[in-house]
């Protein structure tokens, strides 16, 4: 076994993802790639980024993206396409994804689950959190799908407004996860987070770690696992923050 690339959220950057590999020094058949969610939607490869990420072998959670065009693809699967166009409500952009991925990148994306443990580096991967007044695994998937603060009345919220949940998250495990591109990176002492915005054209980030390398608390420890990759261009435009993002 090799290292433990945790890849941030990639929305379609199917460049940037190539060239995080590429910089690192992927080996295939000895590193591992873990993902942290949200391969699709927003950039310009959708269809791409799942190729490369089944590819490589890259173990991944799901995101509230893959999640939305999954749910129009479940229903395709007992409906038909036909029904699901008019039963699932999708975004121009979503619909685009749904058109564009084969029936084997659903079924990579379907497979995924929503949190993987990694006791080797005392690590969780989620795509966007968890409510820190619960167990990990006791979440709903909402949560683990959209979570981004603490509100004032100590509840888990999507909303930017708030107390950032990694922030009040005391551990045992380091969760590692994306989901917030507005906040960039987060380096906190149980959580890192990993989304820096590669769709709207800022940068695509990796945590590299050593075989059975537990996650440093030290911040500065483990800044210095970080790789980073530029966006070859701003593929998006950035919403309020506020939205399922
Ligand atoms: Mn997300």
Known sequence: MGRTIVVGDIHGCALEFDDLLRSVGFAQGVDRVVLVGDLVARGPDSAGVVELARSCGAWAVRGNHDEK???????????????????????????????????????????????????????????????????????????????????DEGKASRKLAGTPWAQRWKGPAQIVFGHDARRNLQLEDFATGLDTGCCYGRQLTALVLSEAEVIPRD??????????????QVWCPMGSGDGPE
């Open 69 to 151: 065009v999954l749910s129009w693809w479940r229903h395709a699967q007992e409906h038909g396409k036909r029904s699901a166009d008019r039963k699932v409500k999708l975004s121009e952009r979503h619909r685009a994804v749904a058109q564009a991925l084969t029936e084997r990148q659903f079924g990579f994306l379907a497979a995924l689950p929503l949190m993987i443990s990694l006791p080797e580096h005392e690590m969780l991967v989620v795509h966007a959190g968890v409510d820190p007044s619960k167990a990990p695994s006791a979440c709903d998937e909402e949560t683990l799908l959209t979570v981004r603060s603490i509100d």
């Open 219 to 232: 911040r500065a420890a483990r800044a210095k696992l970080l790789r980073q990759v530029a966006a070859r």
